[in-house]
């Protein structure tokens, strides 16, 4: 039985592990995030095969990927599993990985909750919904500061019609830089 800690990035992934019964370790400095290269590791490791890994962007997408080579896979929260003060020495990919093989067979690691597909699917869309509506309203703070640093007075909001007869109608009092600005913004709507 292999014990495996894998420090996931973009890219690659650093696999580290051992079985406590032969003593026997395994190292894989960069593997790349694909199915045949993570399937060509895995296949010379005799299982059951238990494997963590740290939450990261492409998370998921390992975990669906990867949960078809090993027999039971956690991902796991990074400031949880390393304490929020975080560990004494040089950080490192090997020391990562081979950490988390260490505390996964001590039995010290907290699984996160998983989402299917459709579920990471909607968080998707959720997150670019919150996200775009961040940008629009920063945009339209930054528009109006620089009507208001003219002595412009905005009394509505600057989506509506009015809105937007008021910033055209400001347009002819800006000096040239604080044109430019404007424009800049209006652009990036």
Known sequence: MFYIGMDVHGKWTRIEGF??????????????NHLEALSEVFSTLEGPIHAAMEIGT???AMYWT???LVDH???VDTLETWGKTGRRGAKTDKR???GLAQKLYEGKLKALYVP??????????IRARVSTTRRVTALVNEVGAV??????VVECSLLTDKGRMLIEKSREGLPANSLLVLDGLL???
């Open 96 to 98: 990562d990985a081979k």
């Open 147 to 152: 009507l208001r640093s003219w002595g412009i």
């Open 116 to 125: 299917d597909k459709l579920t990471q699917d909607y968080r998707c869309l």
């Open 73 to 75: 896979l956690m991902v």
């Open 66 to 68: 990867l949960q078809q």
């Open 58 to 60: 492409n998370a998921w």
């Open 19 to 32: 079985d406590p019964d032969t003593g026997e370790t395994v190292s894989f400095p960069r593997v790349e």
């Open 187 to 189: 652009e990036q709507r």
